[in-house]
C-alpha cells in the first residue's frame, strides 16, 4: 500500500472526534460518565431501599416489644368489680339486738348430805322467798349433833366442879391450909374447862346449822326455771369439784337487757334515759325500758359500750332469755349508708375497705354501726359516691393500679 492510500484512509478520524465531542452516540450504550453516574443513582436507591427494610424491621420489632411490655403491665393489673355503697333512709334511732335476763338468776345448792326426802315445786312453779323447796334426809347430821350436844353437857359438868374446886382452893390458900402452887392448878384447870364448854357449844351450834341445811327454803320471789333432783338422790354437798345444783330460780318482775352500743354513738347513752323495746312475737307493740347503767368503757376488740337497759315486767308477758330489738334515740338525724359484707377486709390494721379512686386502690379503715349479716352499716369514712371493691384480694395494698371491670353494677349495694 502507498503512502497516498495511507493517507486518503486516514482522513475520517477527525469527523470521529467531531461526533464525540459533540456527544453524539456511537452505538447502543451511552459514554463512561454517563455510565457512571447511573450505576451510582442505583446503589443510591438500592441502599434507601435496604435502609427502609431494615428500618422498618427494627421498627416493626420496636413496636411489638412496645405493645408485648404493655401487654404484660396491663396483665399485671388486677381487675376488680366495685359497687356504691346504699344509703339509707334518715334516721333518728338505732336499733340494736339483745336478749333478755332475769333480774336475779340463781341456783339452790344443798348445804348438807343426806339423801332427799320430798320436793314441793317444779319447773315453772311461782314461790315465795323462804317457801320450802325441798327437805333432806341427814342422818349423819343428826347422830353427829346428839354426840356434840352429849359432849357439851359433859364438859359443862366438868366445868362446874372445876368452878367448884377452884373456888375451894383460893379460899384455902388464905389461910395456909394449901399451897399457892396447888392452888394455881386448879385456877388454870377451871380456865380449861370453860375454854372446852366453848368449843363443845360451838360444834353443837354448827351442826344444829348443818341440820338446818335438811330443809331448802327459796332465796327470793321467783319462778323455778329447772330442777335437777328427785326423790332418793343423793346429796353430796362440798365433796364434790362441781356441787350438785338441785334448782333453779330466776326473778322475771323486771328484766335486765345488755346492749353493746357502738363507739360511735356512746355519747347519747346517758343513765336515766328510755329506750324502746320490740320483739318479733309481740308485732306492733313497744315495751318501755330504762337506761340504768353502762360499763363506762370501750371494748377493745368490738369497739362497744356496753348499756343496761331495764324492763317492768308485772305480768310476766316478757319471758327471760327473748331475742328483743332496742330503740335508742339519737339527738341528730343520720344517713346511714350500708355495704356488703364481702367487701370487708380484716388484717392486723383493723377493719378496712377498698376504694378505687383515680385508678388506685386506696385502703380505708372504716367502723361498723349495725351488722346485718350479708351486708353491714358503715359510719365513717365512706361516702355515698365511693366505688367500693368488691371481694378484694388478701395481698391488695394501698395505692396498687386496679381496672374496673365492665361488669361493675355501679349501683347500690343489694
Known amino acids: 500500500m502507498t503512502p497516498k492510500e495511507e493517507n486518503v484512509t486516514i482522513t475520517p478520524k477527525p469527523e470521529t472526534s467531531e461526533r464525540h465531542i459533540s456527544g453524539s452516540p456511537t452505538n447502543g450504550f451511552g459514554s463512561p460518565p454517563a455510565r457512571h453516574r447511573g450505576l451510582l443513582l442505583f446503589a443510591a436507591i438500592a441502599l434507601a431501599v435496604v435502609a427502609a427494610v431494615i428500618y422498618s424491621g427494627i421498627h416493626s420489632r420496636a413496636v411489638g416489644e412496645s405493645r408485648l411490655k404493655q401487654r404484660t403491665e396491663d396483665a399485671a393489673i388486677p381487675t376488680v368489680r366495685v359497687i356504691l355503697p346504699r344509703q339509707g333512709s334518715p334516721t333518728d334511732e338505732i336499733v340494736l339486738p339483745g336478749v333478755t335476763q332475769a333480774f336475779t338468776d340463781s341456783p339452790i345448792y344443798a348445804r348438807t348430805n343426806g339423801y332427799l326426802i320430798h320436793w314441793y315445786f317444779d319447773i315453772g312453779a311461782h314461790v315465795r322467798k323462804d317457801q320450802l323447796l325441798a327437805v333432806i334426809d341427814t342422818p349423819e ?3 353427829a349433833l346428839q354426840q356434840a350436844r352429849a359432849d357439851l353437857e359433859t364438859a359443862q359438868a366438868n366445868l362446874a366442879i372445876a368452878k367448884i374446886t377452884a373456888d375451894r382452893w383460893q379460899g384455902l390458900v388464905n389461910d395456909g391450909s394449901v399451897s399457892q402452887q396447888e392452888t394455881d392448878q386448879n385456877v388454870s384447870n377451871l380456865k380449861a374447862m370453860q375454854a372446852t364448854v366453848a368449843s363443845n357449844a360451838a360444834n353443837v351450834r354448827r351442826l344444829e ?14 319462778i323455778v326455771t329447772a330442777r335437777h333432783t328427785d326423790i332418793g338422790a343423793l346429796i353430796d354437798a362440798g365433796r364434790s369439784p362441781q356441787p350438785q345444783e338441785l334448782f333453779h330460780m330466776a326473778y322475771t318482775r323486771t328484766l335486765r337487757v345488755y ?13 336515766g334515759g328510755f329506750a324502746t323495746l320490740t320483739l318479733d312475737e309481740f308485732p306492733g307493740e313497744t315495751f318501755r ?19 343496761e337497759v331495764d324492763i317492768d315486767n308485772p305480768t310476766g308477758r316478757l319471758l327471760p332469755g327473748a331475742y328483743v330489738f332496742v330503740h335508742l334515740k339519737l339527738p341528730n338525724v343520720t344517713h346511714p349508708l350500708t355495704i356488703p359484707a364481702d367487701t370487708l377486709i380484716f388484717r392486723k390494721e383493723g377493719l378496712q375497705i377498698a376504694l378505687v379512686r383515680n385508678g388506685k386502690a386506696q385502703l380505708v379503715a372504716v367502723k361498723i354501726s349495725h351488722d346485718y349479716g350479708n351486708s353491714v352499716e358503715i359510719n365513717s369514712n365512706l361516702e355515698a359516691t365511693d366505688a367500693v371493691i368488691v371481694n378484694p384480694s388478701d395481698s391488695l395494698v394501698d395505692g396498687t393500679p386496679v381496672h374496673v371491670t365492665d361488669n361493675s353494677t355501679g349501683g347500690s349495694a343489694k
Not at 346492749?259 to 343513765?271: G, H, I, L, T
Request: charged share 20%.
Open 289 to 307: 325500758g330504762t337506761i340504768v347503767r353502762n360499763d363506762n368503757y370501750i371494748d377493745i376488740a368490738s369497739r362497744t359500750l356496753l348499756v
Open 141 to 143: 347430821v343428826d347422830q
Open 259 to 271: 346492749v353493746a352500743v357502738p363507739e360511735v354513738y356512746s355519747p347519747n347513752v346517758r343513765s
Open 209 to 222: 346449822q348443818l341440820q338446818s341445811f335438811e330443809k331448802v327454803y327459796a332465796p327470793f320471789d321467783g
